[in-house]
Antibody, heavy 115, light 113 residues
Framework: EVQLVESGGGLVQPGGSLRLSCAAS????????MNWVRQAPGKGLEWVSY????????YYADSVKGRFTISRDNAKNSLYLQMNSLRAEDTAVYYC????????WGQGTMVTVSS | DIVMTQTPLSLSVTPGQPASISCKSS???????????LYWYLQKPGQPPQLLIY???NRFSGVPDRFSGSGSGTDFTLKISRVEAEDVGVYYC??????????FGPGTKVDIK
């Protein structure tokens, strides 16, 4: 079965850090570029970051640039998002999603930034 | 950045009746490769978005044929020929022509009367 499974979310204080992971299975992970997309409570979808299949190309939304770092380990079929200097407005469900037809999404992991 | 707008933002539909959602982009989504990178998703409560339509009018695997997409350039439409109870949720359009600034519409909430 083709699937993505996120983990690593939780409650963190403003200014803190978290590392999200996304485990891929059922497809050739190394052949696909990947993304992180987030959704604040009761709000719409916001693209956060993109990484190409070989990690040679990386992009960030302006809202997270300089604070978040996307990476991947193709040998482990895993995608990561290192989030530093977290703010209350980063509170959201974070999804990993496969580019291409954007047809595969994980179930999401909740990140809450609050004191 | 390409801005995506949707109308209406909410829709209440009687089961068996049709429904239509409009999506407009601030720039053409037609790529030089001839494809138009417009997608439609349905997000049911508590679930991630699920792909319905890709590249304007291609129904994704397993999507019922009551869903159809049309449009070109900057104007697009998702139609549900006969709404069923399982179609409730929020519908989003998304553009992926402007790598890496993928953008989503604000969403259209559909519920059943």
């Amino acid at each position: 079965e083709v699937q993505l499974v996120e983990s690593g979310g939780g409650l963190v204080q403003p200014g803190g850090s978290l590392r999200l992971s996304c485990a891929a299975s059922g497809f050739t992970f190394s052949s696909y570029s990947m993304n992180w997309v987030r959704q604040a409570p009761g709000k719409g979808l916001e693209w956060v970051s993109y990484i190409s299949s070989s990690s040679s190309t990386i992009y960030y939304a302006d809202s997270v640039k300089g604070r978040f770092t996307i990476s991947r380990d193709n040998a482990k079929n895993s995608l990561y998002l290192q989030m530093n200097s977290l703010r209350a407005e980063d509170t959201a469900v974070y999804y990993c999603a496969r580019t291409g037809y954007w047809d595969i999404w994980g179930q999401g992991t909740m990140v809450t930034v609050s004191s | 950045d390409i801005v995506m707008t949707q109308t209406p933002l909410s829709l209440s539909v009687t089961p068996g009746q049709p429904a239509s959602i409009s999506c407009k982009s601030s720039q053409s989504l037609l790529h030089s490769d001839g494809k138009t990178y417009l997608y439609w998703y349905l997000q049911k409560p508590g679930q991630p978005p699920q792909l319905l339509i890709y590249e304007v009018s291609n129904r994704f695997s397993g999507v019922p044929d009551r869903f159809s997409g049309s449009g070109s350039g900057t104007d697009f439409t998702l139609k549900i020929s006969r709404v069923e109870a399982e179609d409730v949720g929020v519908y989003y359009c998304m553009q992926s022509i402007q790598l890496p600034l993928f953008t989503f519409g604000p969403g259209t909430k559909v519920d059943i009367k």
